[in-house]
């Protein structure tokens, strides 16, 4: 069946909106009588063969936002474009963390090279930049812990960290906010690591987690049937966006991760109502190493 | 002061700890730089008290001089690599002006391309090893994965330096009777075996001696 249309979309959208005297779409999904089942019909049907063209083809990113929860990014950049929206956070008087305007960019380089790989893989995505990075060691799985519930609340389409903390202490409340993006449609895009040390969130099942290949090509990506680590994208040597408008060269998962999460971007922009789970299914059926048809 | 800590500042000899474990880094730079071809390696110490990275140990370029230098946890590649937990290879650094002035202005030598690794201990981010200017032109995962195990090495090295620190202060910081007892422990692990044996049953003696007084 062909994909659908925006419009249909937009009617099941309008579905949720109905007036109160709709107590069908009241009732919340706990359980599933039998003469309810047409609440639940899916709002189009996937094709028989679930293909790269179906999931990606002609997409660009467009309508979708994409936030990198980082160290800022360099707007303007010629590798990065606009920035759509950049916030910080930072420790406020009682030593909160607060988040302002930032008006900074980026203090380190780390977000303007993931701006720039997923500005490449997806043109006319949206970009947003949440800065959680480069104030120190000192406080930051704080601050990170408070950008990444900040960008869950603001309903981001994906987000993208390059990064991970190996504080236990974090870790229920990490698990917490990436078990809540998932289920508000906030795809969560994390770096693995090969440490021999636990660290989050990457290995949350509710998060898509990304290691490297070597292979010189940015939209291509593998399904790793030995999880944890889940997908692998493009990661060594690659042409990434430098402070001051330069360009260096660099490895590493931090740079695979925004390869996926331009991917994910164009999915969800060509099939918007894709939940994560959905969205991680297609992906497994469009990775490259033959998990659907036309691999 | 906690038994353990008291424990582990006699039983590491506190004076001589510190040069052992210097020296197990400083291997671990040397071994690291070798196998890589590279013209530098160096591990810093993430010190969470300034929130700075220092120069461990060094080998090759800036070894005479590095050590001990210090810059902010925060910035920098070795600064990204701490915050994000996540290694990094960046080459072509030579094309960025500003951070070959910034580097320079530091440290002397201004690497074209580098690789760095986070230093973890459990939860703890302890430092970060780097490896800069490797022989090869390429890089390949397999080197990532060869750092990754230096790496541990490296950390396990660090965490035992931090250890034997933290025993000298406290030791230092009792002051008295501890300091005595770490002297006399140092002392006695110098000894040759022989007399060390008979300075030993002494000890054990006079400990008899003073628990049969303090329970009359």
Same mark, same amino acid.
């Given at each position: 069946?062909?994909e659908?249309? *925006?419009?249909?979309?937009?009617? &099941? /959208? ?6 109160p005297e709709e107590?069908? @779409?009241k009732?919340?999904a706990w ?5 309810a ?5 899916m709002?189009?049907r996937? *094709? ?14 467009? /309508?979708?936002s994409?936030?990198?929860?980082d160290?800022g990014?360099e707007?303007?950049?010629?590798? +990065?474009?606009?920035?759509?929206g ?5 420790a406020?008087?009682d030593?909160?963390?607060?988040v302002?305007?930032?008006?900074e960019?980026?203090v380190?380089g ?14 006319e995505?949206?970009?947003? #930049?949440? @800065? +959680?990075? /480069? ?8 601050i ?10 603001r309903?981001?389409d994906v987000?993208?960290m390059?990064?991970?903390t190996?504080?236990r202490d974090f870790?229920?409340?990490?698990? &917490? ?23 989050y969130?990457?290995?949350? =099942? =509710?998060v898509? =987690?990304?290691?490297?290949h070597?292979?010189?090509d940015?939209t291509?990506f593998?399904y ?12 060594? =040597? ?11 060269r660099?490895t590493g ?8 999460s ?10 918007p109502?894709l ?5 991680? #299914? ?9 998990? /659907?048809s036309?691999? | ?8 500042a ?6 001589g ?9 400083q291997?671990i730079?040397?071994?690291? $730089? ?6 530098a390696?160096s591990?810093?110490l993430?010190?969470?008290d300034t929130?700075e ?5 060094v ?7 590095l ?14 690599? !701490? !915050? ?13 002006? $500003?951070?070959a ?30 490896v800069l ?17 230096f ?5 396990i090295?660090?965490?035992?330096l ?9 030791v230092?910081d ?6 005595a007892?770490a002297r006399l ?30 329970q009359?």
């Amino acid at each position: 069946m062909a994909e659908p249309e *925006p419009e249909q979309a937009k009617e &099941e /959208g309008k579905a949720e909106e109905r007036p109160p005297e709709e107590p069908k @779409r009241k009732l919340p999904a706990w359980s599933l009588p039998s003469d309810a089942i047409d609440r639940i019909t899916m709002p189009f049907r996937w *094709p028989d063969r679930v293909t790269r063209e179906w999931a990606l083809g002609g997409s660009t990113g467009k /309508g979708i936002s994409v936030c990198v929860l980082d160290s800022g990014v360099e707007a303007g950049h010629p590798l +990065v474009g606009d920035v759509q929206g950049a916030w910080a956070l930072v420790a406020g008087e009682d030593g909160e963390p607060t988040v302002v305007d930032d008006e900074e960019g980026d203090v380190a380089g780390h977000g303007t090279a993931c701006a720039g790989i997923i500005r490449a893989v997806a043109p006319e995505c949206d970009l947003y #930049s949440v @800065r +959680v990075l /480069g104030a120190g060691y000192t406080g930051s799985g704080k601050i990170l812990l408070a950008g990444l519930r900040w960008a869950v609340e603001r309903g981001f389409d994906v987000i993208n960290m390059s990064l991970s903390t190996t504080k236990r202490d974090f870790a229920s409340v990490l698990h &917490e906010l990436a078990d809540a993006a998932y289920f508000r449609k906030t795809v969560l895009v994390a770096s693995a690591h090969n440490m021999p040390v636990e660290s989050y969130p990457w290995k949350f =099942s =509710s998060v898509i =987690s990304v290691g490297s290949h070597d292979l010189p090509d940015g939209t291509l990506f593998f399904y790793n049937p030995d999880p944890p680590v889940e997908f692998f994208a493009r990661g060594v =040597s690659i042409e990434i966006a430098w402070l001051g408008g330069s360009t260096i060269r660099a490895t590493g998962n931090s740079f695979a991760t925004p390869h996926m999460s331009a991917i994910c971007a164009l999915v969800r922009a060509k099939h918007p109502e894709l939940t994560p789970f959905q969205l991680k #299914s297609v992906l497994y059926l469009i990775a490259s190493n033959g998990g /659907g048809s036309d691999a | 002061m906690p038994d353990d800590n008291l424990r582990a500042a006699v039983a590491a000899g506190v004076v001589g700890a510190e040069e052992a474990h210097r020296a197990l880094l400083q291997s671990i730079v040397e071994v690291a $730089r070798a196998i890589f071809g590279a013209k530098a390696s160096s591990v810093f110490l993430l010190d969470t008290d300034t929130d700075e990275l220092v120069f461990e140990a060094v080998s090759g370029e800036g070894e005479d001089h590095l050590i001990g230098m210090r810059i902010p946890s925060g910035t920098g590649i070795a600064g990204w690599v !701490v !915050v994000t937990r996540q290694p990094l290879v960046v080459d072509d650094l030579h094309n960025d002006p $500003r951070f070959a002035r910034s580097v320079a202005e530091r440290t002397g030598y201004v690497p074209n391309g580098l690789m760095a690794v986070p230093l973890l201990a459990e939860d703890r981010a302890l430092g970060v090893l780097q490896v800069l200017d490797r022989a090869s032109a390429g890089f390949s995962l397999e080197e990532m994965e060869l750092l990754g195990l230096f790496a541990n090495q490296a950390a396990i090295a660090l965490e035992l330096l931090q250890r034997a620190r933290r025993a000298a202060r406290a030791v230092a910081d009792a002051g008295g009777d501890v300091v005595a007892a770490a002297r006399l422990a140092t002392t006695l692990e110098a000894l040759p075996e022989e007399r060390r044996d008979a300075a030993s049953r002494l000890l054990v003696a006079l400990a008899d001696v003073l628990r049969a007084d303090t329970q009359t």
